[in-house]
């Protein structure tokens, strides 16, 4: 899977946003059901490159947005995002609490981590409400996992139950597998979309 490019660093702070599917039903009466429609939630937001409008001063940086747009197809091609909030900070990223890893199958071993450049002073993984301890029940290993992303391996015996849902809380850059939302393609309209209006960025499950 292609990785959005790291030379992109956006110029506004980025408007990011988690969202949730809930499902509401009202009754006469005043009462109403809700029901999860997932058991995660998901990233999404918008990337802009020059504040106050016009061309940005290196064009180098505009044809590489240009053709990784064209390798996506607009919004058809997935690629993995890796957030750029605090990425030049100490510790990298921000603090990210209970990021959705995976739900268990009680028996795979290794996956993939929603994040690079974790901070493993700070991070606890849940398995549901309980935190797990590191080198006891699982470890990580940095940059290991698909494209860059940090990979987590459990220690045998101690994979979690089959349907266990399995989150992460810790300083780090969120990655994720996203998809452009908008389909925008010929240079005059690209161009202000990615200058004024924003480049939107949606994960998908």
């Known amino acids: 899977m292609a990785n959005f490019p790291e030379s ?10 988690r969202t949730f599917l809930t499902y509401r039903s009202q009754f006469d009466s005043g009462n ?11 990233y999404s937001g918008i990337l802009t490159w020059n504040e106050v409008g016009g061309l940005p001063a290196d064009m180098t940086n505009l044809a590489t947005l240009e053709d990784f747009l064209v390798q996506m197809q607009g919004g058809y091609g997935s690629f993995t995002f890796t957030d750029f909030y605090g990425y030049d900070a100490s510790p990298i990223g921000r603090k990210w609490p209970r990021v959705f890893i995976h739900i268990s199958d009680g028996t795979t071993a290794t996956w993939d981590l929603p994040s690079k450049s974790l901070n493993t002073a700070t991070e606890i993984v849940y398995s549901g409400a309980s935190a797990l301890v590191r080198t006891t029940d699982y470890t990580i290993s940095a940059g290991a996992g698909t494209d860059g992303r940090d990979r987590l391996t ?3 015996g101690h ?15 969120r990655s994720m597998t996203a998809v452009f939302a908008d389909d ?4 005059e309209n690209a161009n ?3 200058l004024s209006t924003g480049l939107r960025i949606q994960e998908i499950p």
């Open 8 to 17: 992109l660093i956006p110029s506004l702070s980025l408007r990011f946003g």
């Open 32 to 42: 109403s059901v809700r029901r999860a429609g997932r058991v995660r939630d998901l």
């Open 154 to 156: 459990y220690v045998a």
């Open 159 to 173: 994979i979690p139950a089959n349907g266990t849902i399995v989150r992460l809380t810790g300083y780090c850059r």
């Open 184 to 187: 925008v393609m010929d240079f």
């Open 192 to 194: 202000l979309l990615l």
